[in-house]
């Protein structure tokens, strides 16, 4: 079973969860990026924001990123988005 989605064999009802939050990205060779309302999702209950500002520089590809804060985080019961990969 794939890393990225959270529902055991045979478990049709589990409740996937999803963050919501803001965030901004400073660059180290200036400029900036904001995002609000953003949602991912994730794995188990919670998830730090260091996990989340690792998973939008990844997910976006960015480079050069000098800091990344999380904002308003809250998390959600929602359905994941992504397409399951098996």
Request: hydrophobic share 35%; charged share 40%; aromatic share 6%.
């Amino acid at each position: 079973m794939s890393r990225g989605r959270r529902r055991s064999m045979g478990n049709e009802h589990a409740t996937d969860r999803r963050a919501k939050f803001d965030f901004e990205v400073d660059f180290s060779n200036g400029g900036g990026l904001q995002g609000q309302g953003f949602r991912l999702d994730i794995e188990g209950e919670d998830i730090s924001d260091e996990e989340l500002a690792r998973y939008v520089v990844e997910d976006m590809r960015l480079l050069m990123v000098k800091e990344v804060r999380i904002l308003n985080k809250e998390i959600i019961a929602e359905g994941h988005k992504r397409p399951d990969p098996s």
